[in-house]
């Protein structure tokens, strides 16, 4: 049943696995406009506020002790959402997006085999309706901590949170995306002792 994957919370505080949905972040613009000025006016110009649908990344443990004033976020799409970006890609590069190739995708993002995505389970319970989605490792944004509390304080709804062992499963799967390393040019022939 696909309510073990989460628990329904109604107040902070925050932790992993927490899905918080319609959250502003600050992004970088994909063309940022360079025009001369203090460093600090350029940065501003470089950026823009966007909603986003994210999950919590930072550690529960680092969250609960409050060793941290910034939560690492990731975006995630509904599957629907995600299919629409995928097809787009797939007549980007000329090929063919078919029911196979969709399946044989989505079947490769829950095997890990896409180091930049997860997918989590749809949630049908109440208060909450959500379709599966699927996490985007390529965008981390950073967001208060505080900030992000008094959002969903004032919110005044409750929110899911993916409940053991599956936040630690995306938390896995996030460090892998990260902890991959290609050496341009591998150790040489060591010397014998």
């Known amino acids: 049943m696909n309510d073990n994957w989460y628990e329904v919370v109604d107040a902070p505080p ?5 899905l918080v949905f319609d ?3 600050v992004g970088w613009k994909s063309t940022p406009t360079v025009f001369g000025g ?3 006016e350029f940065l501003r110009a470089a950026t823009e506020v966007v909603e986003a649908d994210l999950v919590v990344m930072t550690q529960a443990c680092d ?5 941290v004033t910034n939560v690492i976020v990731c975006p995630h799409f509904s599957l629907a959402e995600y299919h629409a970006l995928w097809e787009q ?3 980007k590069r000329n090929q063919r997006s078919t029911a196979k190739a969709w399946d044989g995708h989505c079947r490769d993002i829950r095997d890990g085999f896409l ?3 997860s997918i989590i389970n749809e949630y049908q319970g109440e208060p909450h309706q959500m379709s ?3 996490v985007d490792f390529h965008d981390v944004y950073t967001i208060p ?3 992000l509390e008094a959002i969903l304080t004032e919110r005044r709804r409750s929110w899911l949170r993916l409940r053991p062992p599956y936040r630690e499963h995306l938390s896995q799967a996030f460090a892998r995306f990260f902890m991959r390393v290609g050496l341009p040019v591998p150790v040489s022939n060591l010397p014998t002792l």
């Open 14 to 18: 925050l932790t992993q696995g927490d």
């Open 23 to 25: 959250c502003p972040v």
């Open 38 to 40: 203090p460093n600090g």
């Open 63 to 67: 969250l609960v002790h409050r060793k």
């Open 89 to 91: 890609e797939m007549q």
């Open 115 to 117: 180091w930049n995505l």
């Open 132 to 134: 599966h989605r699927v």
């Open 145 to 147: 901590l505080a900030f």
